[in-house]
């Protein structure tokens, strides 16, 4: 009963047949085995994002593309990878507007750098040009749902409550990552070569925002500590959506 309705980003995708909104179906999984409704954001005009954000009790930003590097007032290096503008505006949109109400924030490897971009943070445009010393973060042809390098969690985070654990072993996808720390946020997790691996919001209790550089989605199933961080979420947005 009175199950949170879960809006999730999603990503333009031009076939032979015409333009599609996609996410990998793992994300819709790991909401509904956390006990939420997934509802599929699709790349609608800017204009329209409060029609969703008025309905939904939570947010996911999905992954996908790189942060075109104007939003956080940088030239694109060579490196950069393909960005796609229109889900950059609406995504920036979701964000400014769930956090006037207050929603429940999750966020997965783009999501975590639109958010620190939505909060005035930067980005590494291309962490294997511009890190040194960074190691292996976008491995070819590794299974989305096997462990690839360990990731360092911070003491007193809300990332440690939920895995209690200092030292976990998560999947990478991501050949970008946060420079600069967005406000109001904190790093929870670090990677051996110092890549941010996550942040979370300084005062969880005012406003939940909780992000991740991995992709527990696809972990879930093999590994199911990775849930909680779907159902901790969830969690927050019944009790948004129960007091709303
Ligand atoms: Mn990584």
Redesign the pocket.
């Known amino acids: 009963m009175n199950k949170p309705l879960i809006g999730i980003t999603t990503f333009r995708e031009i076939n032979q047949r015409g333009t599609y909104n996609s996410l990998n179906y793992d994300y819709v999984k790991s909401v509904l085995n956390a006990g939420g409704v997934p509802l599929l954001i699709p790349l609608v005009d800017e204009k329209s994002a409060s029609e969703y954000i008025d309905k939904i009790d939570g947010i996911l930003f999905s992954g996908g593309e790189d942060v075109a590097p104007f939003y956080y007032n940088e030239n694109p290096t060579r490196q950069l990878g393909g960005i796609d503008y229109n889900r950059d505006r609406l995504e920036l949109k979701l964000f400014n507007l769930a956090l006037e109400k207050k929603l429940p924030i999750f966020g997965i490897c783009r999501g975590l750098q639109l958010i620190n971009v939505a909060c005035n943070g930067t980005l590494y445009q291309d962490i294997d040009s511009q890190v040194d010393k960074v190691l292996g973060?976008?491995p070819n042809n590794v299974a989305r749902n096997e462990f690839?390098?360990n990731?360092k969690i911070k003491e007193n985070t809300k990332l440690k409550e939920i895995f209690n654990k200092e030292l976990i072993f998560?999947n990478?996808?991501?050949h970008q990552?946060i420079k600069k720390i967005g406000d109001n946020l904190i790093v929870n997790a670090l990677?051996e070569d110092g890549?941010i691996?996550g942040v979370e919001a300084k005062n969880l209790e005012e406003q939940f925002i909780l992000a991740v550089?991995?992709h527990p989605e696809n972990l879930c199933e093999n590994y199911p500590e990775f849930l909680n961080l779907f159902k901790l979420f969830v969690e927050k947005a019944k009790k948004y959506g129960d007091n709303k």
Do not use: D, R
């Open positions: 973060h976008h690839y390098h990731v998560t990478s996808f991501h990552s990677s890549i691996e550089q991995w």
